[in-house]
T-cell receptor
Framework: NAGVTQTPKFQVLKTGQSMTLQCAQDMNHNSMYWYRQDPGMGLRLIYYSASEGTTDKGEVPNGYNVSRLNKREFSLRLESAAPSQTSVYFC????????????FGPGTRLTVL | AQSVSQHNHHVILSEAASLELGCNYSYGGTVNLFWYVQYPGQHLQLLLKYFSGDPLVKGIKGFEAEFIKSKFSFNLRKPSVQWSDTAEYFCAVRSSGGSYIPTFGRGTSLIVHP
């Protein structure tokens, strides 16, 4: 039972390059989230998916796209990376239900040069 | 829209000192409150949560938090910190009036000197 997994763990890109961050969960949770974490800014929501087949913008969606491929997988794509997207990216899930906490993946540390 | 404020951005303590980290939120309706901890190089994990009942909530590793509705606060406490408590601490709130999306505070970095 791996919980929430993310690939890759580290990535260095050049400005303008594209890449996809992968997130998968084996907990059968409905809701999945992508956050970015920057020093002094806490966690900011990029996109979320309340259930399979739906996605919605969060606080900072510009420059990103997402795909909820199935119930298990939620990917985040940077079409044309910019230095401002240098950050640590976390995927998270919630089982559903108002009372439940989020489960986080180990994160992807992305540097854009 | 709901918001979460963590007043202490950086806290430095010696081992055995007492800890209190402040958290205030802005939403006036029913809320669900969380404290998460992120140890160096690791992902966030739940310390404790409140959804109803006793406003004093006990979590893992000796942490507790008190929900004071009149003050919109959910402060985290620990009577005696250890070096292993060095981490970043995040307060989060989910409200009933909306999409149930959690909102996080900016975090408090705690360093405990041995």
């Amino acid at each position: 039972n791996a919980g929430v997994t993310q690939t890759p763990k580290f990535q260095v890109l050049k400005t303008g390059q594209s890449m996809t961050l992968q997130c998968a969960q084996d907990m059968n949770h409905n809701s999945m989230y992508w956050y970015r974490q920057d020093p002094g800014m806490g966690l900011r929501l990029i996109y979320y998916s309340a259930s399979e087949g739906t996605t919605d913008k969060g606080e900072v969606p510009n420059g990103y796209n997402v795909s909820r491929l199935n119930k298990r997988e939620f990917s985040l794509r940077l079409e044309s990376a910019a230095p401002s997207q240098t950050s640590v990216y976390f995927c998270a899930t919630i089982e559903g239900g108002y009372f439940n906490e989020q489960f986080f993946g180990p994160g992807t540390r992305l540097t854009v040069l | 829209a709901q918001s979460v404020s963590q007043h202490n951005h950086h806290v430095i303590l010696s081992e055995a000192a007492s800890l209190e980290l402040g958290c205030n939120y802005s939403y006036g309706g029913t809320v669900n409150l969380f404290w998460y901890v992120q140890y160096p190089g690791q992902h966030l994990q739940l310390l404790l949560k409140y959804f109803s009942g006793d406003p004093l909530v006990k979590g893992i590793k000796g942490f507790e938090a008190e929900f004071i509705k009149s003050k919109f606060s959910f402060n985290l406490r620990k009577p005696s910190v250890q070096w292993s408590d060095t981490a970043e601490y995040f307060c989060a709130v989910r409200s009933s009036g909306g999409s149930y999306i959690p909102t996080f505070g900016r975090g408090t970095s705690l360093i405990v000197h041995p």
